[in-house]
């Protein structure tokens, strides 16, 4: 149980364009997503705490405006990198933490690698 | 602040032991996580702790001491499939994960 899905896998993009990458909890309700930014060699950072039904909670240094994120349902949220720029390509991970589960661990989807041309 | 400490990198030989520790200091404490990362592919979830004491699974153990703000996270038996990055995560009061820098660990033949 517990497995969080991302897709796409990876994607390549043209400057200037936007991109949508999902994810879903496939076997329990998240109330709570994050979403995390990874770039070679260097650790996670948390870019921002999705809540269902809610405007979601930008660390700081985070656009809001660039980085759109939409958790409309208890199984998805959704990132959309607009506008993307080349020192937008990184790895971007979500996890999910199911409320009902202790030790509200995090589960984390396989990640997308973003590639911006 | 909020700080979560743990060695950079580590290096250890295929079949020995090697110990990577974590030190914590946040406000306030629900448990603390340790996590493995292969290059490129997303976190997956070791062992949990929130009391004090060891807890063992299999060739992982994991130790914590909360009035001192420690952890360890102990490997035995190295394998080569090992070789991996190690973050050590700790959920504050408010059941926020803060993250520490993780330990890439290098196992040699």
């Known amino acids: 149980g517990a497995v969080v899905s991302q897709h796409p896998s990876w994607v390549i993009c043209k400057s200037g364009t936007s991109v949508k990458i999902e994810c879903r909890s496939l076997?329990?309700?998240?109330?709570?997503m994050f979403w995390y930014r990874q770039f070679p060699k260097q650790s996670l950072m948390l870019m921002a705490t999705?809540?269902?039904?809610?405007?979601?909670?930008?660390e700081q240094g985070v656009e809001k405006d660039k980085f759109l994120i939409n958790h409309a349902s208890l199984t998805l949220s959704t990132l959309t990198v607009t506008s993307a720029h080349p020192e937008d390509s990184s790895f971007y991970i979500c996890?999910?933490?199911?409320?009902?589960?202790?030790?509200?661990?995090?589960?984390f989807g396989p990640g997308t690698r973003l590639t911006v041309t | 602040g909020q700080n979560i400490d743990q060695p950079t990198e580590m290096t250890a030989t295929e079949g020995a032991i090697v110990q990577i520790n974590c030190t914590y200091q946040?406000?306030?404490?629900?448990?603390l996580f340790w996590y493995q990362q292969h290059a490129g592919e997303a976190p997956t979830f070791l062992s949990y702790?929130?009391l004090d004491g060891l807890e063992e699974k299999g060739r992982f153990s994991s130790f914590l001491s909360r009035s001192k703000g420690y952890s360890y996270l102990l490997l035995k038996e190295l394998q080569m499939k090992d070789s991996a990055s190690y973050l050590c995560?700790?959920?504050?009061?408010?059941?926020?994960?803060?993250w520490g820098a993780g330990t890439k660990l290098i196992i040699k033949p």
């Open positions: 996890s999910a933490r199911d409320q009902e589960r202790e030790p509200y661990e995090q589960y």
């Open positions: 076997d329990f309700q998240a109330t709570t």
């Open positions: 999705s809540n269902e039904g809610s405007k979601a909670t930008y």
């Open positions: 946040t406000s306030g404490f629900n448990g």
């Open positions: 702790n929130v």
């Open positions: 995560a700790v959920t504050d009061s408010n059941y926020q994960l803060i």
